[in-house]
């Protein structure tokens, strides 16, 4: 790996970074950051991030991506409650694993949300990269989901997400929003371990 490469893209980034892009990644990685240790703020955080990421998508005529930011941003409000508001016999809302109809809903809802969005952006908007937006997107849909119900695997979905989204947003010329899934993928890696340890936990509870 051409580590150079990265630094000079890195700081090409920085310096054509806007401060709403500034601030959109921080609050995303807070948010990341958050939804690993189970903390509420991952919802606060990832209302401002997801709402200021809508209008970037716009500009970058990303549309599908647009879209997701403003499904994520009704969804951490679910989730807000849902986290808040666990059952009459717990503390919190505990992580737990998919049971396999789950496995299948998740699968369902991907490759639906994929083969609609795909269809939509290349038939019906100028987006220049349908099929690859619509893929980081639906991943995206199913790893929102899972997380607002606690499920270990929404980790998957998200890793999905930011390994294909680095290349996506580095293609696109937004190079530090492309670092910031560099550093999704890695925190997405930790709160995959965490909630894989939460969830054992709760099993033997």
């Not at 492309?178 to 340890?197: D, E, H, M, R």
Request: charged content about 15%; glycine content about 6%; hydrophobic content about 50%.
């Amino acid at each position: 790996m051409d580590f150079q490469f990265l630094l000079d893209g890195l700081a090409e980034g920085l310096r054509n970074m806007t401060w709403l892009e500034g601030i959109a990644a921080f609050f995303g990685i807070a948010s990341v950051f958050y939804s690993m240790r189970e903390h509420i703020w991952v919802y606060p955080t990832g209302l401002i991030s997801t709402s200021i990421y809508v209008w970037i998508c716009f500009e970058y005529k990303l549309y599908a991506d647009m879209g997701i930011n403003a499904y994520y941003f009704g969804m951490s409000i679910y989730g807000w409650y849902v986290w808040t508001h666990p059952k009459e016999d717990q503390a919190k809302l505990p992580v737990t694993w998919l049971s396999g109809k789950g496995w299948g809903y998740s699968a369902l809802l991907f490759v639906a949300s994929y083969a609609v969005l795909s269809q939509v952006l290349a038939r019906f908007t100028d987006s220049d990269v349908p099929y690859w937006d619509s893929f980081t997107t639906a991943s995206a849909f199913v790893g929102m989901w899972l997380m607002a119900k606690k499920k270990v695997e929404n980790w998957y979905f998200w890793l999905l997400t930011d390994l294909v989204a680095i290349p996506l947003y580095f293609y696109k010329g937004l190079l530090l929003t492309s670092f910031q899934y560099l550093v999704f993928t890695i925190l997405a890696t930790l709160g995959l371990i965490a909630w894989i340890k939460s969830a054992k936990t709760h099993v033997q509870s």
